[in-house]
């Protein structure tokens, strides 16, 4: 039974892991999850929105990285996937930043009434691929011209975020956005892909990566819980909790 002023949450669509978030996803914030490669990050959002189809619920799913597996997703929905189902996605697949950026103007004019979540997998790609084609002309521009195109990419990301964060406080819509990350060449560590941007506008951070054979979600931030850790595989249906685990 729900508890006395709780908020309804998305589940993720494994039980272990809905206990390890105190009941889900969160619906008026942006949640996050960004790490390695082949962690699951699209697997995740997969899990998700396979929740809300069995309940004939709609969603918007933004991909960019054209990592949405129909497949995939038959799999983790088994016995109650169907094709009528699918009709409940509306599905946005921009291959350019700009085309992204044309995503979210469509987005705040779309009918939310009836959508129970948005994915955006990933939010950070296109853009890091538009600041590399700016670096790669960095022969060509001025310092300042290049300093200006990668101040309005990055107030073109922080829109969009804004944009889901206003959808997911004033209509309690779940999002849940991945990201990448890459090793910096000058401190060596590993940094989320749009930095203090994401982190900002993020409430919920959960960073996977690869643990041996197994993988682990951290989370990183969070408004009521504090940072845990959790120890899955990927199995046909989805995730799997390693309740057992040596380290």
């Not at 006395?4 to 889900?24: H, I, Q, V, Y």
């Not at 619920?57 to 497949?71: G, Q, V």
């Not at 990927?234 to 309740?243: A, C, D, L, P």
Request: glycine share 4%.
């Amino acid at each position: 039974m729900m508890k006395k002023f709780e908020k309804p949450k998305l589940s993720s669509g494994n039980k272990a892991f809905d206990e390890w978030l105190n009941g889900g996803y969160e619906k008026d914030i942006i949640n996050c999850i960004y790490g390695q490669f082949a962690t699951g990050k699209t697997n995740f959002c997969l899990m998700a929105l396979a929740e809300l189809l069995k309940q004939n619920k709609k969603a918007i799913y933004i991909d960019t990285e054209s990592s949405f597996s129909l497949d995939r997703l038959k799999q983790i929905m088994g016995e109650n996937y169907s094709k009528e189902k699918l009709k409940n996605i509306i599905m946005f697949r921009p291959t350019s930043f700009k085309e992204q950026i044309d995503t979210f103007n469509k987005l705040i004019k779309i009918d939310l009434n009836k959508i129970s979540a948005i994915f955006v997998d990933s939010i950070g790609m296109l853009y890091r691929l538009e600041l590399g084609l700016i670096r790669d002309e960095d022969k060509e521009i001025e310092k300042e011209e290049e300093k200006e195109r990668i101040r309005k990419i990055n107030l073109a990301l922080a829109r969009q975020l804004r944009i889901l964060n206003e959808i997911a406080r004033k209509r309690k819509i779940a999002i849940i956005v991945t990201n990448q990350v890459y090793q910096s060449i000058i401190d060596s560590q590993i940094h989320m892909v749009g930095g203090d941007i994401l982190k900002y506008w993020s409430k919920c951070l959960i960073y996977l990566e690869h643990l041996g054979d197994k993988r682990k979600a951290t989370l990183v931030k969070h408004r009521s819980l504090p940072q845990k850790e959790f120890v899955y595989k990927i199995v046909e249906k989805g995730i799997e909790k390693i309740r057992k685990f040596i380290f």
